[in-house]
């Protein structure tokens, strides 16, 4: 499942960069897409996933999360969902060994103890998904409640995802940074990350982030892989 937002005209050139390769990758893909109602982008997203669920432009990523998880609780009870969203470029990598080897209910790819310990939401992988999960993570992917600022997700949700969903499932991710050293292993070590077999690099070392790693370095990583490289400021997050 991945949540693209969409607020002007078409998908980016990282969005359609990473909605093929899942495609790539034979696994089903719903789409989420935030967008003007009635948007064009939603006609031409239909060849880009097996499903497709419209939500509006306000509530962040959780809101997105908490639409599509309901749908597949309801309509395919058990399923297993690698769950992201638009902030990373990628994937580089095919990370459906994740779906065997990762020994956790809810696995995240980083984690990080900066204000708590926690998951990182960009994409992580639930299993077994039920109306009973749904009800059992209810106090973070709230039912009929979408929040439209950035701190109150970070507090309610992001940081408090892993703790609530530990009281009736396993939870671990797979590279952890220690806030006394790391705090944001995605920004602070994003190419010994690549190296180390994580598919992603977070758009935001682009933007608001682009002092964490030198700009050209990344452009030039990007390139290498074979990814589009921004044609503008406003592609990064």
């Known amino acids: 499942?991945?949540?693209v937002y969409v607020p002007g005209d078409g998908l980016s050139a990282g969005q359609r960069f990473t909605l093929e390769r899942l495609r790539a990758l034979a696994l089903p893909v719903l789409v989420v897409c935030a967008c003007p109602r009635d948007a064009a982008v939603l006609q031409g997203l239909l060849g880009l996933?097996?499903?497709?669920?419209?939500?509006?432009?306000?509530?962040?990523?959780?809101?997105?999360?908490?639409?599509?998880?309901?749908?597949?609780?309801?309509?395919?009870?058990?399923?297993?969902?690698?769950?992201?969203?638009?902030?990373?470029?990628?994937?580089?990598?095919?990370?459906?060994?994740?779906?065997?080897?990762?020994?956790?209910?809810?696995?995240?790819?980083?984690a990080s103890n900066q204000r708590a310990a926690h998951i990182q939401s960009y994409a992580f992988l639930l299993r077994d998904v039920r109306p009973?999960?749904?009800?059992?993570l209810a106090p973070v992917l709230l039912p009929g409640l979408a929040f439209n600022q950035f701190r109150q997700v970070v507090d309610l949700q992001e940081t408090r995802f892993a703790r609530v969903a530990a009281r009736s499932m396993s939870v671990g991710?797979?590279?952890?940074g220690d806030v006394r050293d790391v705090s944001d292993p995605t920004l602070a070590r994003p190419m010994e990350l690549?190296?180390?077999?994580?598919?992603?690099?977070?758009?935001?070392?682009?933007?608001?982030?682009?002092?964490?790693?030198?700009?050209?370095e990344v452009l030039a990583r990007l390139e290498a892989l074979g990814h589009p490289l921004p044609s503008s400021m406003a592609d990064p997050v």
């Open 1 to 3: 499942m991945c949540f």
């Open 49 to 110: 996933c097996d499903a497709l669920l419209w939500k509006d432009l306000p509530g962040y990523d959780f809101s997105a999360y908490r639409l599509a998880l309901s749908h597949l609780a309801g309509h395919s009870p058990g399923a297993d969902v690698l769950v992201m969203n638009d902030s990373v470029y990628g994937p580089f990598s095919d990370f459906r060994e994740v779906f065997d080897t990762a020994p956790w209910a809810l696995a995240g790819f980083t």
């Open 132 to 136: 009973s999960t749904m009800a059992r």
């Open 173 to 176: 991710a797979l590279w952890f």
């Open 194 to 216: 690549l190296e180390a077999g994580f598919p992603f690099l977070k758009r935001s070392l682009l933007g608001k982030h682009q002092d964490a790693i030198e700009r050209d």
